[in-house]
């Protein structure tokens, strides 16, 4: 009887973690087979119905839509570019942050790296805190 149960509860962890892992189904049929306690009686087979959950992609990553000013801000100091480096690579992103300035407001890594709403979110906070002193030259967009 101890090795009926643990086959069995092997064979379930088995396809729970075959499930969890599938990707591309939403159901998943499984046999499990139980062996008998004795020789004499035959193996029996029991259907085994896992739901998954249904497999997510983000085909594009989420889309920002800018303010008029935040687009023609960002249009003159990267081009409408997120990935943008400045040709002295000091400045990165759609409105050119310093590395210095990402940090201060709770950026991590490049801005050129970090997704457009992240970059959008850290501008409206620079700006926040230090208007468009950070921008001398597009910053009479905001």
Not at 7 to 34: D, G, K, N, P, W
Not at 66 to 82: D, M, Q, T, V, Y
Not at 118 to 134: D, H, K, M, N, V
């Amino acid at each position: 009887m101890i090795r009926l149960l643990t086959t069995l509860t092997v064979m379930v962890l088995v396809a729970a973690l075959f499930a969890a892992v599938s990707r591309h189904t939403q159901q998943l049929a499984i046999e499990v087979r139980v062996a008998p306690s004795s020789m004499a009686s035959p193996a029996r087979v029991i259907p085994l119905r896992v739901d998954t959950p249904p497999h997510r992609t983000r085909a594009h990553p989420r889309r920002v839509t800018l303010p008029s000013a935040w687009k023609a801000l960002a249009r003159c100091e990267s081009g409408l570019n997120p990935k943008a480096v400045d040709p002295s690579g000091r400045y990165f992103g759609w409105f050119q942050f310093d590395r210095g300035t990402w940090a201060s407001v709770g950026g991590h890594g490049l801005p050129s790296n970090a997704s457009p709403a992240a970059q959008y979110r850290r501008a409206r906070a620079l700006f926040r805190e230090r208007g468009s002193q950070p921008w001398p030259i597009c910053g009479r967009y905001l």
